[in-house]
């Protein structure tokens, strides 16, 4: 077994550590700093800039309330590293007092690190592409079709199971997530690959040609690391930290918010839009119109927009809070004046309102149409991310002010070898590439089968306050 340890640790990159710590940076009291250093890397399911400019993130907030667990004056520093294979010898070289970076509990990594009480469960999943043969059995699996990120306990378990299917090969690049190697399978240039049940089921709402081929072994529990010599103090602090939220629902409440059921994507359906179009649409066209008449956007692109977003469904709600027919977050919704989500009228006016101030903030030489389409993908992903992908096109040669170039930047910021050299981090930019052009399409329909006709703005406004 301890051949099997030292086999992960050169893995890691921590042949400069012994098991019990002995060379580890010495540790700062945490109860005399009331500093709380967090390793963790950039991730949907650990931490990330969301579309309102705010680090989200399970990890990130579960962090942010062990502080607040620990007391007011407590607060937490994260230290972000660029893979996953990065976060255990950092944290074993005392640079952290703990790990939170949807750590799986495995056999080997128990030997290096000691865990909190869990407080997820996954299944890791083989992945495959619908449009193609679902693999038969492991034995069907080779190096050329398929891979994991090395270090990850995708690698692992492959690796016990291969006792039991000696014909099983796979292929373990460095460079890679699987938030990209899960895209690769997506866009074909990947027959399979590894992944845990929560991280498929969030990118199956972007790719929905992912299909689960088979569960690969048991489930496996997600929980925080500790060094083996760390503050024993933290660590039962941390244990009961778990315990509370287990036991008041904070735990439940986030883990659905980051991983609750949300319908899957689908591609266009051509007969039920026109279906709304007849039954839907016709009892929020004047509202449309009447943002349209304040703010000079089309009518019929705030339809395609809140089509896109909530199917003109003015109850709906996401797992992440975003409410309404155009789907605004609190924060968006109080900037826009908006005091109730829900409200139709409120909701589509306060999401024209944000669309037209976004698209103020692009640069003025940026012309229609792209700069509309711009604005949408930060409507989206946020207007922070979108800056980074332009920077990325400049670099890249290609036109930052062009939604053309811009599109073949945006699905680079969920690659570590891009979004590491950026300012704002990961983010799914598939996303709002496929939010545009889904709204283009919505708003190509609509203008056939829906004259402009705007109408003024003193007779739509009568009786408003």
Sequence with gaps: MRTGIYVLMA???????DLNGENATSMVDVRDSKVIRVVTHSGPNTYYLNGDNEYA???????????????PEYRVEFVLVNKIYEVLPTLMKGRADLAAADITVTHLREHLVKFTVPYNTVQQQVVYNTAQAKPKDLDTLSEDTLAVPAGTSFAERLGQLS??????????????????????????????????????????NFYPNLGVAMPLGKPEQVAWAFPKNSDEWLYRQANLFFAKIYKDGSLRRLLERYYGHSERLHSVDVSTYLQRIRTLLPKHRAAFKRAEAVTGIDWRLLAAISYQ??????????????????MLTEDTADRMGVTDRLDAEQSIMGGARYVQLLKDLLPERIQEPDRTWLALAAYNIGYAHLEDARVLAQRMQLNPDSWGDVKKTLPLLNKAEYYTTLKYGFARGGAPVIFVDSIRTYHKILEKHEARQPASLPGLLVGMH
């Excluded at 993130?57 to 007391?71: I, K, S, T, Y």
């Excluded at 977003?309 to 155009?326: A, F, K, Q």
């Design 11 to 17: 893995l890691l990159g921590l042949t400069g550590c």
């Design 57 to 71: 993130g399970l990890e990130h907030d579960l962090a942010q309330q062990f502080a607040a667990f620990l007391g």
């Design 163 to 204: 006792h039991q299917h000696p014909k099983l090969r796979w292929n373990e690049p460095r460079n890679v997530s699987s938030d990209e190697l899960l895209e690769q399978v997506a866009d074909g240039s990947l027959a399979y690959t590894v992944a845990d049940s929560h991280m498929v089921a969030m990118v199956q």
């Design 309 to 326: 977003e909530s199917h003109w469904d003015r109850l709906n709600t996401s797992p992440t809070g975003v409410r309404g027919m155009m």
